[in-house]
Nanobody
Framework: HVQLVESGGESVQAGGLLTLSCIAS????????MAWFRQTPGKGEREGVA????????RYADSVMGRFLVYRENAKNTLYLQMGNLRPDDTATYYC?????????????????????WGQGTQVTVSS
């Protein structure tokens, strides 16, 4: 199965720009539906931020629509999350997740429980 490693998280000022990367290994990356989630301390479930299906379809959380962009480079086995106009409430640990497209069900791709493979997370801190 696929292994995932995120990078790119750092501390930035509000209004800034940041791009996260998620490198996949161990399996054919282009077979997987991918997504970004985030979690803050004290919140139980990870929040879906953006998803990208193998057919190119994307979905974004309302809170990041128009500010974040998810894309992938299959040749580099890498998923990206470009984050713009960052706000303090974007502060969180960001995780990428993978779901084999062969078993992906119809429905909301931003629900975390359907994703079996996860990275370790990368911290993003936005200060005002």
């Amino acid at each position: 199965h696929v292994q995932l490693v995120e990078s790119g998280g750092e501390s930035v000022q509000a209004g800034g720009l940041l791009t996260l990367s998620c490198i996949a290994s161990g399996d054919s990356f282009n077979r997987y539906q991918m997504a970004w989630f985030r979690q803050t301390p004290g919140k139980g479930e990870r929040e879906g931020v953006a998803s990208l299906e193998t057919n190119g379809a994307t979905r974004y959380a309302d809170s990041v629509m128009g500010r974040f962009l998810v894309y992938r480079e299959n040749a580099k086995n890498t998923l990206y999350l470009q984050m713009g106009n960052l706000r303090p409430d974007d502060t969180a640990t960001y995780y990428c997740a993978a779901l084999p497209s062969a078993i992906a069900a119809r429905g909301n791709p931003l629900l975390p429980n359907q994703y079996p493979y996860w990275g370790q997370g990368t911290q993003v801190t936005v200060s005002s």
